[in-house]
């Protein structure tokens, strides 16, 4: 059901952006970039602060790559890391964001869901409950421009009814999120 709000969310946010700003402007907003600049800058691949976790790879703006290694264990609390850490003031509650998401299971390194290929953001009100606890969470506190991968355990992501077909029961999550705005 929450997969339905997402995805729900994210056409509106499309349609917003359609309506609101021309081409160049909305791949601007995507890049970070100025018109006929590319961020071609890599997020080096480092393991999560559990030291066994995910790793990430791909430049603010760019569809990134998530690998998890093969038998890692998955996390139990939510883990958050910095990747680049954007500018300005601190995502918090009541904020109006603009986040681009790449969804990968940790129990299979498998790709569920990625606002990157759709070229469009996908709209939160930080505090609202508008998503699953973990990515919410996962958000406080970023800036504009920052990248940050999350862990979320399934506690506080789908829990034991996961979300069929796309994320099984109990399924750790992995998120790659690129705060894009913050209004």
Known sequence: MRTRHLIACGLAALSLAAAGCGEE?????RSGAAPN???TEEAPAEPSSSGEGATTKGAFGKQPTVTVPEGAQAPTELETKDLSPGKGPAAKSGDQLAV?????????GEVFDSSFGR?????????????????EQGLEGMKAGGRRQITIPPELAYG??????????????VFV???VSIK
């Not at 009100?125 to 973990?134: F, K, S, Y």
């Open 25 to 29: 402007k909305a791949e601007e907003a």
């Open 177 to 179: 999120l690129d705060l």
């Open 160 to 173: 034991p009814q996961g979300s069929p077909p796309a994320i099984g029961p109990n399924e750790t999550l």
């Open 37 to 39: 600049e590319e961020a």
């Open 119 to 135: 070229g469009q953001t996908l709209p939160v009100e930080l505090g609202a409950g508008g998503v699953i606890p973990g990515f």
């Open 100 to 108: 681009n998401y790449h969804g990968v299971a940790f129990s299979t």
